[in-house]
């Protein structure tokens, strides 16, 4: 079992930065990928960015450029840097972690992006 809990999200005008972190817990030596996922109001969820165990790295297109994946394995720990944040990135910013076998999600963090 794997526990994931986000943070950072807030309120913040166009063209400002957030960094959302998410901390695992539980199982977490089984854990193949780590992402980010989002979902604005009236919209299905969509992946924005993820990092393997290998340090490999995806993005979303409406990402590249300007959002930045990354871990700390010693803190059980990823991050998200949203830069040149822009009205359309508002949603709730998901972290979530695969295994074999199991997706995991944690609660949801709120990114708030005004004109």
């Known amino acids: 079992q794997v526990q994931l809990v986000e943070s950072g999200g807030g309120l913040v005008q166009a063209g400002g930065s957030l960094r959302l972190s998410c901390a695992a817990s539980?199982?977490?030596?089984?854990?193949?990928?780590l992402g980010w996922y989002r979902q604005a109001p009236g919209k299905q969820r969509e992946a924005v960015a993820a990092?393997?165990?290998?340090?490999?790295?995806n993005y979303a297109d409406s990402a590249k450029g300007r959002f930045t994946i990354s871990r700390d394995n010693g803190k059980n720990t990823v991050y998200l840097q949203l830069n040149s944040l822009k009205p359309e990135d508002t949603a709730v910013y998901y972290c979530?972690?695969?295994?074999?076998?199991?997706?995991?999600w944690g609660q949801g963090t709120q990114v708030t992006v005004s004109s």
């Open positions: 990092i393997t165990s290998g340090g490999i790295t």
């Open positions: 539980g199982s977490i030596s089984s854990i193949n990928t």
């Open positions: 979530n972690a695969k295994s074999k076998w199991n997706n995991f």
